[in-house]
């Protein structure tokens, strides 16, 4: 069976249910998030460069999604310096309810390329941002 079939398929059992639920008098909370983290990727912040010892302007952002492309909220993502120097303002974030995870990062007192990286999901998904030190 295609995924899209799988997905209209789950999408018309889901709507039954609810309609069924409805019926009956019963509410169902839909703000749930739907099976494991399936892909982190970079939204912003990637590929900035700023003074030593400088704040960046603009924060490191990742979203995470299932294995159905739908945005992921209250996953915890994991920051760590791979390379370099350099503060982040937090060691773990977690993701808002449009999937979205954001730290801010301070450049050390050495020039030079440093690499950040951010992970979910126990450190199974991983993505790398780059930032260089003038």
């Given amino acids: 069976m295609s995924p899209l079939l799988r997905r209209a398929l789950l999408s018309l059992k889901l709507v039954v249910v609810l309609a069924l639920l409805g019926a009956s008098g019963c509410t169902l ?8 983290a399936g892909l982190i990727k970079v939204t912003d912040g990637d590929g900035q460069t ?50 979205v995870a954001s730290v801010g990062y301070t450049t050390g007192a050495t020039a030079g390329q440093v690499i950040i990286q951010a992970s979910a999901s126990n450190g199974i998904l991983l993505v790398s941002f780059s930032v260089t030190v003038t």
């Fill in 29 to 36: 909370d839909t703000d749930v998030n739907v099976g494991p």
């Fill in 50 to 99: 700023a003074a030593i010892n400088t704040p960046l302007p603009i924060p490191l952002s990742v979203i995470v999604v299932n294995q159905f492309g739908e945005r992921l909220h209250d996953v915890v993502v994991s920051w760590t310096i791979a390379s370099g120097g350099g503060a982040l303002s937090a060691a773990s974030t977690v993701t808002d309810e449009l999937g």
